[in-house]
């Protein structure tokens, strides 16, 4: 999945939808950080900011996920 294809989810009257996308759109960004911080010996560009503010960065979407994950549960969202 990429970020367009939450793209009608984010705009629906529906907030599971809404919600759908917001979890989608954060695990995205999630496994393409943690993608980039797995590979950060072969990275093609210097990175702005040292390796433990990325590694901060995906502890806290980590957190927010399992969050999210746990509200899916109760409302019934199914992702």
Known sequence: MLLVDTASLMVSD???D???AEYYQTKIRHDK???MVNG???LDFVPTCEK???VNQLKAMELYLDILLFRAGK???KL
Do not use: G, M
């Open 14 to 16: 529906d907030y599971k």
């Open 18 to 20: 809404r919600f759908k």
């Open 33 to 35: 950080l943690e993608e």
């Open 40 to 42: 950060w010996n072969d």
């Open 52 to 54: 433990s503010v990325y």
């Open 75 to 77: 409302e019934e969202i």
